[in-house]
């Protein structure tokens, strides 16, 4: 298994970036997948979730209706998109690989920072 992050960059606040997560190694269309960050000396946090079709998606209060979590099956490909970004949206952001209601593989994570 492995899930490869890209997108990351420094934005200003107000604007937006796409982040990619190509997965290999397994059947990406038989899992649920996820969006988690973890900003500097903080913990990890939950951003977004996705099911397995891309009919059905998942977010905490702080993201709705800035972030969208999509998937494209056929290219085995994971996506955020984030809009009106806020300072405190910086972190490093991961995708992981839902299993029995946990995350049992993860990237390497890409750095998103949103700083003026």
């Known amino acids: 298994v492995q899930l490869v992050e890209s997108g990351g960059d420094l934005v200003q606040p107000g604007g937006s970036l796409k982040l990619s997560c190509a997965a290999s190694?397994?059947?990406?269309?038989?899992?649920?997948m996820f969006w988690v960050r973890q900003a500097p000396g903080k913990g990890l946090e939950w951003v977004s979730s996705?099911?397995?079709?891309?009919?059905?998606?998942y977010y905490p209060d702080f993201v709705k209706g800035r972030f969208t979590i999509s998937r494209n099956n056929a290219k085995n490909t994971l996506y955020l998109q984030m809009n009106s970004l806020k300072l405190e949206d910086t972190a490093l952001y991961f995708c992981?690989?839902?299993?029995?209601?946990?995350?049992?593989?993860w990237g390497q994570g890409t750095q998103v920072t949103v700083s003026s």
């Open positions: 992981g690989r839902g299993s029995d209601g946990s995350i049992d593989y």
């Open positions: 190694g397994f059947a990406f269309n038989d899992y649920w």
């Open positions: 996705i099911n397995l079709g891309g009919t059905t998606t």
